[in-house]
T-cell receptor, first 114, second 110 residues
Framework: EAQVTQNPRYLITVTGKKLTVTCSQN?????MSWYRQDPGLGLRQIYY???????DKGDVPEGYKVSRKEKRNFPLILESPSPNQTSLYFC?????????????FGDGTRLSIL | EDQVTQSPEALRLQEGESSSLNCSYT??????LFWYRQDPGKGPEFLFT???AGEEKEKERLKATLTKKESFLHITAPKPEDSATYLC???????????FGKGTTLSVSS
């Protein structure tokens, strides 16, 4: 089954404790992206990757890092999490950015930073 | 700046009561307009892509239409299982990101 898989689904942690949210897709997609979803603000892009070893900032990249060492994986790293990063996070992928194929989303990771 | 505005924010319907959701957009060269459905605790699920004014797409009780400034998602004779948040997004010719609206939360009661 074609899917985007995120882990963990839920995480409660404390300020400053480094964490990684993993994202994996099994559709051989080149383009992957991270979004955060906040009440009243909608979905906003954090980082994206157009292919292996190619990443770039989205609209709200501060406090986040990403890497794309393999095509299927696109982890989101919070080096020193802060309470304002408490949010619902989604990973998404599509074939390639110019393909006009829709983005497929994972089921989300709910992060609470205390 | 590319922008997407959805209205209403929330909509309550009785089962069988048809209605429309609106998505107004400003974008520098529309590459595609996307409709997604999002259920609580889930990621957005793709519904439709529209590319040019005048285009229409249908799926079961849903029909999406596109003009040069807005898109409508028409829901005909909705059922309780149609209850969800509906998201509209655009991608511009120059951009790589999807720009999302804040969504319309639809509740259909029996």
């Amino acid at each position: 089954e074609a899917q985007v898989t995120q882990n963990p689904r839920y995480l409660i942690t404390v300020t400053g404790k480094k964490l990684t949210v993993t994202c994996s897709q099994n559709m051989n997609h080149e383009y992957m992206s991270w979004y955060r979803q906040d009440p009243g603000l909608g979905l906003r892009q954090i980082y994206y990757s157009m292919n292996v070893e190619v990443t770039d900032k989205g609209d709200v990249p501060e406090g986040y890092k990403v890497s794309r060492k393999e095509k299927r994986n696109f982890p989101l790293i919070l080096e020193s999490p802060s309470p304002n990063q408490t949010s619902l996070y989604f990973c998404a992928s599509t074939l390639r950015v110019g393909s006009n194929q829709p983005q497929h989303f994972g089921d989300g990771t709910r992060l609470s930073i205390l | 700046e590319d922008q997407v505005t959805q209205s209403p924010e929330a909509l309550r319907l009785q089962e069988g009561e048809s209605s429309s959701l609106n998505c107004s957009y400003t974008v520098s060269g529309l590459r595609g307009l996307f409709w997604y459905r999002q259920d609580p605790g889930k990621g957005p699920e793709f519904l439709f892509t529209l590319y040019s004014a005048g285009e229409e797409k249908e799926k079961e009780r849903l029909k999406a239409t596109l003009t040069k400034k807005e898109s409508f998602l028409h829901i005909t004779a909705p059922k309780p299982e149609d209850s969800a948040t509906y998201l509209c997004a655009v991608r511009s010719e120059a951009g790589t990101a999807l720009i999302f609206g804040k969504g319309t939360t639809l509740s259909v009661s029996s």
